[in-house]
Every structure is written in C-alpha cells, then in structure tokens.
T-cell receptor, first 113, second 115 residues
Framework: AQTVTQSQPEMSVQEAETVTLSCTYD???????LFWYKQPPSRQMILVIR??????QNATENRFSVNFQKAAKSFSLKISDSQLGDAAMYFC??????????FGAGTRLTVKP | EAQVTQNPRYLITVTGKKLTVTCSQN?????MSWYRQDPGLGLRQIYY???????DKGDVPEGYKVSRKEKRNFPLILESPSPNQTSLYFC??????????????FGPGTRLTVL
C-alpha cells in the first residue's frame, strides 16, 4: 500500500524568508497525483498546489512551488517570501489511479514576524 | 457557490448511540470520500465512493458504514459509536482520477466526541 511520510512535525520560518517542507511517498504505481493542502486554525482544508506524476515540470502557484523527484519519490513544498497568513498545518497527499487517497501526518508551520 | 456541506459541525454523544453525519455536494462530482483526522496521524480515509451505489473501504473502515443512494449525498453512519471514534471528520468530493482536474473539495469538518 502507498504511504506518505512527512518527517518534519514542526517547522518555523521568519517572515519574508523561504522555507521547504519535505514529503516522501512509497508506491509501485507510475500514474498518480500529489497534492499539498493547507489547514489553518479554521480547520478548512485548502489546496495549495498539485502535481501530476507524468509531468516532469515542477508545479508552481505564485509563492508556492514544488520539487518533484519521481525516481526518489520525493515531493517537497517551497514557500517563498513567507507571510504570517502562511502559518498552518500542511499536509502532503497522494491520489492513486484507483482513486484512494493517502495523507502524511502533517507539518505545522510557524511564521515569525 | 460550489461547496461540500456537512452536518452537524459538532456532536457529543454517548457510547452505543447510533448517529449519522450527513455530507452533500453541489458540484455533480462522481467521487466522494470520508476521512478522520487525528493528531500525529494526518487524515485517514474511511470509505470512498466512485459512483451511486458503489462504495469502497479505505484504511480505517471498521465501525463505520456509508451509503451512496444519490450522487450528491454520502452519509457516514456510526451504528454503535465508541470513544476511539472521537475525532475530526471530513467529507470530500471530486471528479474521478481520469477526469483531469481532480482536486478534492473538503467540507468544513465535524468534531465528534463519544463519551
């Protein structure tokens, strides 16, 4: 079964700096999607960015970008110019072609003013 | 407005008293899913459905039931709740994997406490 591992339970970053959150996954499939979700204190799950496995180009969304290393099964999230509103729990997620979903345990990001 | 709704948002109940958490989406999504979120464990999939009358077990289905009689609704049923089912529950919907853009849209969550 696929597993998703986030090895950093907590991270902190200074406002305006850059931070990278790590995610690794284990799968034998070649076709899948990867996602980063943000969960602020409101508990709402908000999609940050997604990556299709068959696309080599790393996805970017404004200040958010990923480093997708398919062979290494690594999917890290880089947040540039960190803002106070970026403080939240971040979850890495994997969606298989069979439509089941796996989430990592999460990384709590603190942004220091 | 495109959304996934869940009710109730908060529920405190006692062991053994059957309960249902409703979930409804207005985006005509084929795929719907239930998750529970526990500290240090992230979100774990309970059940999912790819179409009406089609449901599949996720990672933690024990103690839960679901049904998909209509495309828009996907209720979660706890026939005999136990304290270890105290958790934060999310319903989500999306298009199917092969349908292209398949972001999951999440409901606001239901905080369940079983005493």
């Amino acid at each position: 079964a696929q597993t998703v591992t986030q090895s950093q339970p907590e991270m902190s970053v200074q406002e305006a700096e850059t931070v990278t959150l790590s995610c690794t996954y284990d799968t034998s499939e070649s076709d899948y999607y990867l996602f980063w979700y943000k969960q602020p204190p409101s508990r709402q799950m908000i999609l940050v960015i997604r990556q299709e496995a068959y696309k080599q180009q790393n996805a970017t969304e404004n200040r958010f970008s990923v480093n997708f290393q398919k062979a290494a099964k690594s999917f890290s999230l880089k947040i540039s110019d960190s803002q106070l509103g970026d403080a939240a729990m971040y979850f890495c997620a994997y969606r298989s072609a069979l439509n089941d979903m796996r989430f990592g345990a999460g990384t709590r990001l603190t942004v220091k003013p | 407005e495109a959304q996934v709704t869940q009710n109730p948002r908060y529920l405190i109940t006692v062991t053994g008293k059957k309960l249902t958490v409703t979930c409804s989406q207005n985006m005509n999504h084929e795929y719907m899913s239930w998750y529970r979120q526990d500290p240090g464990l992230g979100l774990r999939q309970i059940y999912y459905s790819m179409n009406v009358e089609v449901t599949d077990k996720g990672d933690v289905p024990e103690g839960y039931k679901v049904s998909r009689k209509e495309k828009r609704n996907f209720p979660l049923i706890l026939e005999s709740p136990s304290p270890n089912q105290t958790s934060l529950y999310f319903c989500a919907s999306s298009r199917l994997f092969r349908a292209g853009y398949n972001e999951q849209f999440f409901g606001p969550g239901t905080r369940l406490t079983v005493l």
